[in-house]
């Protein structure tokens, strides 16, 4: 069984940083992308930074400058780097993945659990 999950959430000042992370395990065969999305009290769901098994990076417009998505392969780990916090950061981050469980397999998307992250003074 296939889990993401997600640490690194809590409350911060603006213009502080935080670091996300999201650790995916079970049983896994290949990741491909991944990514970090997030949703604010009565807002859809929505991208907040992608990254390929290759590296490749795509980030919403809102987070440009201020977010920093990277993987690490060999841990099945990705992580969110945030910085310049403001409080429409607010919101709960959720963990995204492709993965293909065995070789066998197709690609599945899971998702995290979700972390809460607050942007307040």
């Known amino acids: 069984q296939v889990q993401l999950v997600e640490s690194g959430g809590g409350l911060v000042q603006p213009g502080g940083s935080l670091t996300l992370s999201c650790a995916a395990s079970g049983s896994i065969f290949s990741i491909y992308a991944m990514g970090w999305y997030r949703q604010a009290p009565g807002k859809q769901r929505e991208l907040v930074a992608t990254?390929?098994?290759?590296?490749?990076?795509n980030y919403a417009d809102s987070v440009k400058g201020r977010f920093t998505i990277s993987r690490d392969n060999a841990k099945n780990t990705v992580h969110l780097q945030m910085d310049s916090l403001k409080p429409e950061d607010t919101a709960v981050y959720y963990c995204?993945?492709?993965?293909?469980?065995?070789?066998?397999?197709?690609?599945?998307?899971?998702w995290g659990q979700g972390t809460q992250v607050t942007v307040s003074s």
């Open positions: 990254i390929t098994s290759g590296g490749r990076k």
């Open positions: 995204n993945g492709d993965l293909q469980p065995k070789p066998w397999e197709r690609r599945y998307n899971y």
